[in-house]
């Protein structure tokens, strides 16, 4: 699996849209790009994933970059509750075959 | 959909004592489970993956015998800390595929095991 880049921290004022950015120079054409994130003590919660296309649901964007070397995750309205670690990860979805494979991640902190 | 319930979500067992902790799947069929351990302030790390019927796959440097791991029917697996020691206090967190294509996977909350 291709490995990811990631800044270790970043802040956000409530309201705001977060923008965590993720590089995957890497990846290889067959290869999704997941995000996952981990509040504290629980386990990870899937967001959001795409192959080549931007794509949106009710949680967050994703933007992916024509070359498919680095994506963005956004949050677009950020609350309290969205402090976590964000995971980007890039892994074949290839159902029960496939292990994903975690970085450091991104904390974030979504502050008043 | 998709969801890993897991248990027990903390335990603290004596040192020299066995631990298990359970992963069911309750409204799809998981054929694979993977197991993650986590220590704090660090990311999550592959255990072993275990698959219905057939025998876990482990990591490098994950010993087999001292973490027993059992996927016996679609909906359970179970992973099996023997003869616990402090050092294997961590966060075990297991994770599914999600039935449906394209859906990423699914996790458990995780099991806080201490040992003491």
């Known amino acids: 699996d291709a490995k990811t880049t990631q800044p270790p921290s970043m802040d956000c004022a409530e309201g705001r849209a977060a923008n965590l950015p993720c590089n995957h120079s890497t990846i290889s054409g067959n290869e999704y790009v997941y995000w996952y994130r981990q509040i504290h003590s629980q386990g990870p919660q899937y967001i959001i994933h795409g192959l080549k296309n931007n794509e949106t649901n009710e949680m967050a964007s994703l933007i992916i970059t024509e070359d498919r070397k680095s994506s963005t995750l956004i949050l677009p309205h950020a609350t309290l509750r969205d402090t976590a670690v964000y995971y980007c990860?890039?892994?074949?979805?290839?159902?029960?075959?496939?292990?994903?494979?975690f970085g450091t991640g991104t904390r974030l902190q979504v502050t008043l | 959909g998709a969801v890993v319930s897991q248990h027990p979500s903390r335990v603290i067992c004596k040192s020299g004592t066995s631990v298990k902790i359970e992963c069911r799947s309750l409204d799809f069929q998981a054929t694979t489970m993977f197991w993650y351990r986590q220590f704090p302030k660090q990311s999550l790390m592959l255990m072993a993956t275990s698959n219905e019927g057939s025998k876990a796959t482990y990591e490098q440097g994950v010993e087999k015998d001292k973490f027993l791991i059992n996927h016996a029917s679609l909906t359970l697996s179970t992973l099996t800390v023997t003869s616990a020691h402090p050092e294997d206090s961590s966060f075990y967190i297991c994770?599914?595929?999600?039935?449906?294509?394209?859906?990423?996977?699914?996790f458990g909350s995780g099991t806080r095991l201490t040992v003491v």
């Open positions: 994770s599914a595929p999600r039935t449906r294509a394209n859906y990423g996977y699914t």
């Open positions: 990860i890039v892994s074949l979805n290839t159902g029960t075959a496939s292990k994903l494979t």
